[in-house]
């Protein structure tokens, strides 16, 4: 049991460690690429930011669940 | 201000986006877990650190959109969405959340918005904190005394008997007899009227729109002890219908000027992992040990408010 619980905490260390790399590889491409694009379109055109907000806030929560799951199984299924 | 701020020109705030994950993570377990979106403490966490409370409640909004997204998603997979449910009251919602959205606007202009929010806020959490404490500690030393829950329930939540201590209430409201009356044959409801369930909806859309997030933190009571949603449907359902009226939240505050999506996208990341490890933890949970632990939640969420509008300052 104790060694079932260490390696599903080293798992989600290593689980949280990779994940934590590609958010901050992500938050230089997005912040570098959208922020400016985004400041602009919100005072221009509101009600297309207002849907490319919905899109990006869809989009990445489908991108960033198929990563997630991808490193559970990809560590989980290393370690078990 | 801890870590290191960065400058997010849409709200023209700074914050340091670690201190946002954090944030998005911590919100992200509670959410897949207790099916809430967790404005209780994401909109004070972002008030605390000097966003105005439009801008709160409307970022919020679409941070929660794709929190939601990912534990409905894995709330589906366990069999705890109601889809028929989820639809119709995602129409209430809708309704709710605009008519409190522009109750937002209205403050907005009046200049007062801050502090009638704040004032709101407090009263609401608390009132709900204290209710769901009193219920849930009332019906576990109830199914104690009766022996109703046994020790393999326990360890399998979701299959364990799902008590409250309002079942009268819950059964008025199903004998209520007003055109269209309809069955929900996966939450075992026989029949209900259609518009107990659209005022429900309506009520938590209301507070969605005011308060910001999901509103989850009245829905969900609502869902269990008006209408009679065993806890984990009720949790995995109001994921579903959060995803739908979220988002035509967030489009409705989107075109007000009301939502920075740089800041919920940066706040998203840390609720995409905590969502996964929220929604698998409620299999290990019954019912009323559910919403007892959600007790403390609201809470914080009054601390945080209190703190920031006794001193005036930032966290």
Redesign the interface.
Known sequence: MKIDTRRTLLSFFA??VV?SAL?VA??FL??HF???W??HL?KEN??L??????G???G???L??W???FL?RLLRGRSE | MIFLA?HF??SGTDIS?IYL?IVGFLIGVLGGFFGVGGSFIAGPALRAIGMHWNFAVGTDL??I???S??AA?RHRALGNVDLRLGFIMATGTIGGAECGAQLIQFLKRQGNVDFVVSIVSIIIYSSISLFMMWESSRTVRSQKRKGTVKKNEVLKGRHAKDESSFAGLTNFMHRIPIWPVISLPTSGVKAISLWVIVIVSFIGGLFSGFLGGGAGYIRMPMMVYILGIPTHLAVGTDLFEIVISA?YG??SH??K?N?D??V???M??GA??GA?IGAILTQYFAGPKIRLLFVPLPLIGVAIVTYTLVTGHKL
């Open positions: 689980e949280l994940y958010i992500y938050f997005v912040l959208l922020g400016n985004l400041e919100s509101i009600k930011y207002a849907v490319v907000a919905i990006l806030i869809i990445q929560a489908v960033l669940e990563v997630t799951t559970f | 960065m020109p849409i986006p994950v679409a941070h959109v794709g929190k997204v990912v998603k988002s967030t489009f989107a075109v000027g939502v999506i740089l919920a996208l940066v998203h990341t995409a992992i996964q």
